[in-house]
């Protein structure tokens, strides 16, 4: 018997990662570029990039482009342009910086930036500081021993900085300043920013364009409206859809956290005859493809799947539809590899989910999938209802034989301002560089991939309080507290699906690794966790 639902565990678990792409191509994304995963750069100088359709017009950050080749941010108090070169501007500056390439110490992954052209004469940078002192210390500083003055000492470990192109170093100087509501130091190093970073340049010189434009929003006091403002401003929902595509093919981030959520339910469901799955984000249902196939090749046949599809207004405009796209296309898949299926669509905010809405039945097995999706309910440090628990004290009630967790392994739901710049500083800088070894440069795709999927978030995480910053990670010791405290214990990932996860990196660049700490499986870019996934029952 036990020798039996272990054959029909290993085959399920293989069809999960070794599924046949011409069959299921039809119920996935729609047509969109193929893309060679293996490619990667291979070192420093040979480089090889996916092949996608390359264009070098200008680009913006977050807003389409206009015609007279600077480009509108948003509409605000503070409001920042953008050159031809994807260079944060003010509207009176119309010329382009070029750069000079250097390394920045500070640059954990490794990518070369620019450096301020402005700054690079010594007697420019003297001239500069003298001007400094004079604001901050009056016309008699002469007779002041700057030396001794921590302010100066600030101000020179500041232009040392920007003399070295050291891009990280002044952005986290900049957020220290907006942090201390230090408005001269601010604006300074936001006009220096300005000539430092670029849409279309190295790693840092990107995140650090979107960061900028949080720090802007902040200073101004418009994060919330910006944000909003942003939100409102979607590519069409079929660029929008290939966007995320590309995003999902050319980083293993999303493809990991679904094939380990789909191989612990595969694993916790394989005697079960009725299955009912709960899918707190849906989106485009494409975790659930190569699940179905599982089911299809089980041993004995496949047992009656019933998913509830719970759905956001933005995963709504992306598909260019409601739900209803999404049944018809798992239903069109599952009637394919006949297994019998079911739909039920809940087109709402998880905030607003309460236990009527996921019609659970007696006799059907229940799944709960929370996948990149708990970091959006708000918890007891925004409301006092709390949905963060809510919904896992919910869920426990529901008495599922497995809870599923992705999400990004990163510190910014409670922290203060400075320490959160610091954290999406450097869990974006990993995110950045994995996609510059897969994704040219000069790429329109990659541009837009980073704006329309990646910017926003960066700039909510860094311009917005309260209710409006909706992006709000925890790290895995934090969720692992809250599902403790909400009755769960820990369900253990099998070997098998460990096994077959490291073989799905393989078509990937080495520099991805694969890591399980006290039954947490993680996913990094070299020294730094990106992504985690685990279960509960």
């Known amino acids: 018997m036990q020798a ?23 119920y996935c994304f729609p047509e969109f570029p193929t893309i060679d995963r293996s490619l990667c750069y291979s070192d420093s100088s040979h480089r090889s990039h996916f092949s996608l359709r390359n264009s070098r017009e200008p680009y913006c950050t977050l807003e389409s482009s206009s015609a007279n080749g600077s480009y509108t941010v948003y509409n605000s108090s503070s409001t920042v342009s953008f050159s031809p070169n994807g260079s944060p501007m003010s509207q009176q500056e119309s010329q382009s910086y070029p750069s000079d390439l250097h390394h920045s110490p500070d640059n954990t992954y490794g990518s070369p930036i620019s450096s301020s052209c402005i700054t690079d004469d010594v007697s420019d940078l003297r001239d500069k500081l003298r001007e400094l002192e004079t604001v901050m210390l009056g016309p008699d500083s002469d007779i002041i021993d700057s030396t001794t003055s921590p302010e100066m000492d600030s101000w020179r470990l ?36 300005r000539r430092m970073v670029s849409v279309s340049g190295e790693p840092i010189q990107r995140l650090g364009a979107y960061m900028l434009e949080g720090l802007v929003a902040r200073l101004s006091s418009s994060g919330s409206s910006i944000y909003k403002a942003l939100r409102c401003k979607e590519p069409a929902s079929a660029d929008l859809l290939s966007y995320m595509h590309i995003l999902y093919e050319v980083c293993p981030y999303f493809m990991f956290g679904y094939m380990s959520a789909n191989g612990a339910i595969a694993e916790a469901m394989k005697d079960e005859d009725r299955v009912h799955i709960i899918d707190f984000q849906i989106a485009q249902g494409s975790q659930w493809i190569t699940l179905i196939q599982a089911f299809a090749a089980r041993p004995g046949g496949p047992p009656h799947i019933r998913i509830t599809g ?25 009637e394919h590899f006949k297994v019998p ?48 628990d809510r919904l896992l004290r919910l869920v426990k009630s529901l008495s599922p034989k497995v809870v599923t967790l992705v999400e990004q392994e990163s510190n910014t739901n409670t922290a203060p301002f400075f320490p959160r710049f610091l954290e999406t500083l450097n869990y974006y800088t990993a995110m950045f560089e994995s996609i510059d070894v897969t994704l040219s440069r000069e790429h329109k795709e990659r541009i837009n991939v980073e704006q329309h999927c990646l910017a926003r978030d960066v700039v909510n995480i860094i311009a917005c309080e309260g209710p409006e910053r909706v992006e709000r990670h925890e790290l895995s ?26 073989t799905l990196l393989d078509n990937y660049c080495n520099r991805y690794r694969l890591e399980e700490r006290d039954g947490v499986l993680y996913l990094g870019w070299m020294n730094r966790d990106l992504v985690a996934s685990c279960a509960w029952k």
């Open 4 to 26: 039996s639902q272990q054959h029909r565990s290993s085959v399920m678990t293989s069809r999960l990662y070794h599924q046949v792409k011409q069959e299921v191509e039809p």
């Open 158 to 193: 500041v232009m040392d900085a920007i003399s070295r192109g050291d891009l990280k170093q002044v952005l986290v100087s900049c957020a220290k300043a907006v942090s201390d509501n230090d408005l001269l130091m601010a604006q300074w190093l936001i006009d220096e920013l």
């Open 310 to 334: 719970i759905d956001d207004s933005k995963s709504a405009y992306a598909r260019g539809g409601g739900l209803n796209i999404v049944g018809k296309r798992l239903s069109k898949l599952a």
């Open 341 to 388: 299926f079911e739909f039920h669509a809940a087109a709402m905010s998880g905030c607003e989910v309460q236990q009527e809405h996921l019609r659970v039945r007696p006799g059907e097995a229940l799944a709960v999938n929370f996948a990149f999706m708990l970091h959006h309910m708000p918890d007891e440090s925004v409301s006092t209802e709390n949905h963060r």
């Open 477 to 502: 010791g934090k969720w692992r507290s809250r599902f403790r405290m909400a009755g769960f214990t820990p369900y253990p990932l099998s070997s098998l699906v460990n096994a077959t996860i490291k």
